[in-house]
């Protein structure tokens, strides 16, 4: 009985201790959500308009006769893929939708050359034997300087293939997410009715700096994107697992009372016992 009674308690002091942590790691995601959200949200206008202003311009262009390989394609074989991913778990399914979509595009485009944000992403892909172009870690505050980095890996490889995707988590919700696989080179553009325009020096080059405006902030709210959904994730998660350490603490301690009342009772049997059989022998 004694020993029953150190396993419960132990186990209740351990959970105890796995609750604090869940429970920290509950307020610490809470504001990073906060946080990430207010970025994400001033930073989704500027890419959809500086699409729709493309669009224009690309509209214009076609009736110049004008093409551009970023918008027409530069007839390349192969791809590259852009994967945004956690550094860290505990974040529910998080990690293994991003990994499982990135690995079903792999599968079906042989000649892919990978950018991988995020060591969850890079070390499953590496074990599953897929080369990596170039790596990031530790991108936990997105900014333009890191996105602005990506975005020349991603030009540097688009000189060698002919499309570049991207897989990330597109945040939906405090309580959804969504995995997404885009194509972002050559851009897809909306219809748009051609705009008449003057360009200084000329629409090809206007075209070029304004792809590689977008292409900057789109990676920027690629990051944001997956990094909102990241927090907001596993702030979920630890919340699953300070209420499941909940409803085990009050089974558990319910048993540890249980226990300790057979315990009580048993000895003052013991003592009861003992007492009768004294008083017998006098």
Not at 213 to 240: D, F, P
Request: aromatic share 6%; glycine share 4%; hydrophobic share 45%.
């Amino acid at each position: 009985m004694a020993i029953k009674l150190r396993q419960l308690h132990r186990r209740i002091r351990n959970i105890h201790h796995i609750r604090q942590i869940a429970k920290a790691m509950y307020a610490i995601s809470s504001t990073q959500v906060l946080l990430r959200k207010r970025q994400l949200l001033a930073a989704r206008p500027f890419s959809s308009e500086a699409k729709k202003t493309l669009g224009e311009i690309a509209a214009w262009a076609r009736t110049q006769s004008v093409t551009h390989p970023f918008l027409a394609g530069n007839g390349k074989p192969g791809h590259g893929l852009l994967v945004l991913n956690a550094d860290r778990g505990l974040c529910g399914r998080y990690v293994d939708e991003v990994n499982r979509a990135a690995l079903e595009f792999l599968h079906s485009h042989a000649q892919t050359q990978l950018v991988v944000v995020g060591d969850k992403a890079i070390r499953y892909l590496r074990r599953e034997g897929w080369p990596i172009h170039q790596a990031y870690r530790r991108l936990e505050r997105p900014s333009f300087s890191q996105a602005q980095r990506i975005q020349e890996d991603l030009l540097s490889l688009y000189a060698e293939v002919g499309e570049i995707h991207v897989v990330y988590a597109e945040f939906r919700g405090e309580l959804l997410h969504q995995v997404r696989v885009e194509r972002l080179l050559p851009v897809v553009l909306p219809d748009a009715a051609p705009r008449e325009l003057l360009a200084e020096p000329d629409l090809f080059t206007l075209i070029e700096e304004l792809t590689r405006i977008w292409l900057l902030g789109k990676v920027y709210l690629l990051l944001l994107e997956a990094k909102t959904s990241e927090h907001a994730a596993r702030r979920q998660a630890m919340k699953n697992a300070t209420d499941n350490a909940d409803e085990l603490l009050q089974k558990l301690t319910v048993q540890y009372n249980k226990a300790r009342q057979q315990r009580i009772t048993l000895e003052l049997m013991d003592i009861m016992g003992g007492a009768e059989a004294i008083r017998e022998e006098t």
